[in-house]
T-cell receptor, first 114, second 114 residues
Framework: GQSLEQPSEVTAVEGAIVQINCTYQ??????LSWYQQHDGGAPTFLSY????GLEETGRFSSFLSRSDSYGYLLLQELQMKDSASYFC???????????????FGGGTRVLVKP | GAGVSQSPRYKVTKRGQDVALRCDPI?????LYWYRQALGQGPEFLTY????????KSGLPNDRFSAERPEGSISTLTIQRTEQRDSAMYRC????????????FGEGSRLTVL
């Protein structure tokens, strides 16, 4: 079977750092994506890790350890606009051909307070 | 267009009716994906296409659900004999490449079955 675990909710103040952990168990694994979704909006891509290590994109960084089936998203210098849901999404082997078949968990709701 | 376009944005139908949801991906994007998202949950994979070929339909819940992309661009997700449990946000996404973990999601079609 497949499972994804990430915290359901995190609260922090502006300027703080938040780390959202994600552990996964999947049948096959190509990499780990992270998405942000504001209430009422569409999910938007943040990052993708295919290899172990840290990827940095501005205030956001993502880390992957394939041997531990673990990754995290680090949000630095939190701003009010970062209040949203964040999803980790393992990229899985598709049935026939290459593709970005992603499976999403329940997400982590981040609430940023002034 | 600039982004993934879905129509209708809202659809209310009576149980037992058929519905067709349309997706117009970003121009030039090879791959097209259909997801379903319940309130407070992450997107759930349904099916995807590379060009006009349906590569993986393992996420379609049952045989009332079907999808096509006959000319490799616009796609239609059809639900026959709708049931109340089909009520959800149906999201289409497209990707330019097939291995970056990056999907561009549309604003979705919210289906309500009465």
């Amino acid at each position: 079977g497949q499972s994804l675990e990430q915290p359901s909710e995190v609260t922090a103040v502006e300027g703080a750092i938040v780390q959202i952990n994600c552990t996964y168990q999947t049948s096959g694994f190509y990499g780990l994506s992270w998405y942000q979704q504001h209430d009422g909006g569409a999910p938007t891509f943040l990052s993708y890790n295919a290899l172990d290590g840290l990827e940095e994109t501005g205030r956001f960084s993502s880390f992957l350890s394939r041997s531990d089936s673990y990754g995290y998203l680090l949000l630095q210098e939190l701003q009010m606009k970062d209040s949203a849901s964040y999803f980790c999404a393992p990229r899985l082997p598709p049935i026939k051909a290459a593709g970005n078949k992603l499976t999403f968990g329940g997400g982590t709701r981040v609430l940023v307070k002034p | 267009g600039a982004g993934v376009s879905q129509s209708p944005r809202y659809k209310v139908t009576k149980r037992g009716q058929d519905v067709a949801l349309r997706c117009d991906p970003i121009s030039g994007h090879v791959s097209l994906y259909w997801y379903r998202q319940a309130l407070g949950q992450g997107p759930e994979f349904l099916t995807y296409f590379n060009y006009e070929a349906q590569q993986d339909k393992s996420g379609l819940p049952n045989d009332r659900f079907s999808a096509e992309r006959p000319e490799g661009s616009i796609s239609t997700l059809t639900i026959q004999r709708t049931e109340q449990r089909d009520s959800a946000m149906y999201r289409c996404a497209s990707s330019k490449s097939q291995d970056t973990g990056e999907l561009f999601f549309g604003e979705g079609s919210r289906l309500t079955v009465l």
